[in-house]
């Protein structure tokens, strides 16, 4: 039953509007927790000593990065949007590809990616990463205090 229901809404608020590329507010996840949840499932939920934790979290890493690269050609669990879509090939393109040609498509939307959020920042702004759209960053109104140290 359970399984039944999480299959039905897994259908209704992430395959289908994805096909329809109308995902945009109807799934959400608290991202850290998310990558925090990878992370314990990569090492079983078992502590690890610092070196068998690094080679993990390299291995993920490079998992994740091979998952950014599939989407300059529209497959694997990222989309491109707005300003980055610029970057998308269709997958017979890639596939005509070399592999030195593949490494500078990808390395141009890394490049491009810290661009843009030097620029952003430079300029005061946030940009939407689904839409075309950006707005200027609100005004700071208050500043949190350090609490007094008692001595």
Same mark, same amino acid.
């Given at each position: ?7 039905? #809404?897994?259908?209704?608020? $992430? ?14 996840? *608290?991202? /850290?927790?998310?990558?925090? &949840? $990878?992370?314990?499932?990569?090492? *079983? ?15 993920? $890493? ?6 950014? #690269? ?8 990222y989309l491109l949007f707005g300003y980055?879509? #610029? ?5 017979? /393109? ?12 990808? &390395? ?33 109104? /208050? ?9």
């Amino acid at each position: 039953m359970y399984f039944q229901k999480l299959k039905e #809404r897994l259908y209704e608020y $992430v395959l289908k509007p994805r096909n329809q590329l109308q995902h945009v507010d109807l799934w959400t996840n *608290n991202n /850290c927790e998310s990558i925090n &949840h $990878v992370f314990k499932t990569a090492i *079983n939920w078992k502590p690890k000593s610092i070196p068998e934790l690094v080679k993990i979290l390299h291995e993920l $890493v490079k998992l994740e990065f091979a998952d950014l #690269r599939r989407a300059l050609y529209n497959q694997g669990n990222y989309l491109l949007f707005g300003y980055y879509k #610029r970057h998308q090939l269709l997958y017979q /393109c890639w596939l005509t590809k070399s592999a030195d040609q593949k490494d500078r498509l990808f &390395h141009k939307l890394m490049k491009d990616s810290d661009k843009s959020r030097l620029t952003a920042e430079k300029e005061k702004t946030v940009t939407s990463t689904l839409y075309d759209f950006t707005m200027p960053l609100p005004p700071k109104t /208050c500043q949190e205090t350090m609490p007094d140290k008692k001595t």
